[in-house]
């Protein structure tokens, strides 16, 4: 049983497009993350929502809209691709929020901007 | 806001042998922290975590020690094994989870 899953695994693209990733977890969490990892694997938190309320938000560009229609989704939008874009992007959800709970994550989305 | 280090970008470590990484935070009020284990092509897996009042905690062939003094903790991995290789994370909470670097663990047989 996958207990966060994200869609696509891969997804390549054009500098300029639009692009979405969905994530969901089985795991009856209220807490939602969105991750950004770089080339160098540093792991940097976006986003994250409790009961599908923005709770943090860390100076990521507006072409990044986060969209959390229920606690067990949250999906990331995102405009106007840019090279610095490429990634790795991973969902993670935790029990509770600003509680000390492991946070589970997805085995992530690579993004690669052409 | 937190800054998380780790002393090692690479660890290799013998079959058997123990391996050790180490890693450093600056924010004196963080009260927890987790270790994590991330493979290729996955996600970060959690192995263990500790609150800010323990100093020690142990899981399967894994222990974490904490030292608040210095703010320094370490993970311990006992009689390493070759699915032991991977990226490693320390992750410390204060209003967030602050990931570390990674150390990058090989075994060689």
């Known amino acids: 049983d996958t207990a966060v899953s994200q869609t696509p695994k891969y997804l390549v693209t054009q500098m300029g497009n639009d692009k979405s990733i969905k994530c969901e977890q089985n795991l009856g969490h209220d807490t939602m993350y969105w991750y950004k990892q770089d080339s160098k694997k540093f792991l940097k938190i976006m986003f994250s929502y409790n009961n599908k309320e923005l709770i943090i938000n860390e100076t990521v560009p507006n072409r990044f809209s986060p969209k959390s229609p229920d606690k067990a989704h949250l999906n990331l939008h995102i405009n106007s691709l840019e090279l610095g874009d490429s990634a790795v992007y991973f969902c993670?959800?935790?029990?509770?929020?600003?509680?000390?709970?492991?946070?589970?994550f997805g085995d992530g989305t690579r993004l690669s901007i052409l | 806001g937190e800054s998380v280090g780790l002393h090692l970008p690479t660890l290799s470590v013998q079959e058997g042998d123990n391996s050790i990484i180490n890693c450093a935070y600056s924010n004196s009020a963080s009260d927890y922290f987790i270790w994590y284990k991330q493979e290729s092509g996955k996600g970060p897996q959690f192995i263990i975590d500790?609150?800010?009042?323990?100093d020690k905690r142990q899981g399967q062939r894994v222990t974490v020690l904490l030292n608040k003094t210095v703010k320094h903790l370490s993970l311990q991995i006992a009689a390493t094994q070759p699915g032991d290789s991977a990226v490693y994370f320390c992750?410390?909470?204060?209003?967030?989870?602050?990931f570390g670097a990674g150390t990058t663990v090989t075994v060689r047989a």
């Open positions: 992750a410390v909470f204060d209003y967030k989870l602050s």
């Open positions: 993670a959800s935790s029990q509770g929020e600003g509680e000390r709970q492991p946070q589970h």
């Open positions: 500790i609150r800010s009042n323990m």
